[in-house]
Nanobody, 130 residues
């Protein structure tokens, strides 16, 4: 059984919007933190946004602050990433991730650093054309 499954990607013109969804298994949803990452071929993975399980505190990469919003629906075990005012440089494969209460997260809090996370989705493409 896949623990995290992304959906909602696709192609959009610059300035447009998309909402990514991540269906999360119950065990993964009980994580301390959930997050979104992205990766462009040939470049390192980048943490985009993270959300704390208790209270909903959120973190964002500087490159997406004010444009992207991470949220979670506890009734549906679903993680979302609302992306507004998309730019061509947002083109990437996007992944959701769960930390399963990792030692790093418990010690230092939620983070957009990949080393905090133990489980990853398969990824979904987002293409933004100019």
């Amino acid at each position: 059984q896949e623990q995290l499954v992304e959906s909602g990607g696709g192609s959009v013109q610059a300035g447009g919007s998309l909402r990514l969804s991540c269906a999360v298994s119950t065990s993964a949803y009980n994580s301390y933190c959930l997050a979104w990452f992205r990766q462009i071929p040939g470049k390192e993975r980048e943490g985009v946004a993270a959300i704390f399980a208790f209270g909903g505190t959120t973190l964002y990469a500087d490159s997406v602050k004010g444009r992207f919003t991470i949220s979670r629906d506890n009734a549906k075990n679903t993680l979302y990433l609302r992306m507004n005012n998309l730019k061509p440089e947002d083109t990437a494969m996007y992944y959701c991730a769960a930390d399963y209460g990792s030692r790093l997260s418990r010690a230092y809090g939620c983070s957009t650093s990949g080393e905090h996370y133990r489980s990853w989705g398969q990824g979904i493409h987002v293409t933004v054309s100019s």
